[in-house]
């Protein structure tokens, strides 16, 4: 599951619970679609995105989660309340996908790629900084949460 990009992933589950919504007939879920909060909810996630690519380039650090190495370990901005803030702003983004169409199946999408980050692209992550930042990420890990 490493091999693609978890923005890959979650571009790939919207799909396939698109698709699954269509075979459906995609069936409502009452009292949704919610456009304006999943508009609010897409662009917060694309703000926390984009802010935090920004704190990498400028740090001169390491985007590719599958990098053997990253020169900074970035504690600064969105990375103060969450140790994760871009896979944070995937899960909010598909979620918001999900309340725009506001077909049950496409509540899949943000489960899932939940699931692949914390169990799978997290902890891979994780143990590469602790392996390269030593007692600086053990440090930065207790102060802040993985996700919020």
């Not at 949704?32 to 740090?59: D, K, N, Q, W, Y």
């Not at 995937?90 to 999408?109: E, K, Q, Y």
């Amino acid at each position: 599951m490493l091999h693609f990009p978890p923005p890959v992933w979650a571009l790939a589950y919207v799909l396939i619970a698109a698709a699954m919504s269509y075979q459906a007939g995609w069936p409502r879920v009452p009292s949704l679609p919610i456009v304006p909060l999943a508009v609010v909810l897409v662009a917060i996630g694309a703000a926390l995105s984009i802010t935090a690519a920004m704190l990498f380039r400028r740090e001169r650090t390491e985007l590719n989660p599958t990098s053997t190495t990253n020169r900074t370990l970035v504690t600064t901005g969105p990375f103060r309340f969450t140790r994760n803030p871009m896979y944070l702003a995937l899960v909010l983004v598909t979620f918001g996908i999900a309340l725009w169409v506001g077909a049950w199946p496409m509540f899949l999408a943000p489960i899932a790629t939940f699931a692949t980050l914390n169990w799978v692209h997290i902890p891979f992550e994780e143990a590469k900084m602790r392996g390269q930042f030593g007692e600086a990420f053990e440090a930065y890990a207790r102060r802040v949460k993985r996700w919020i």
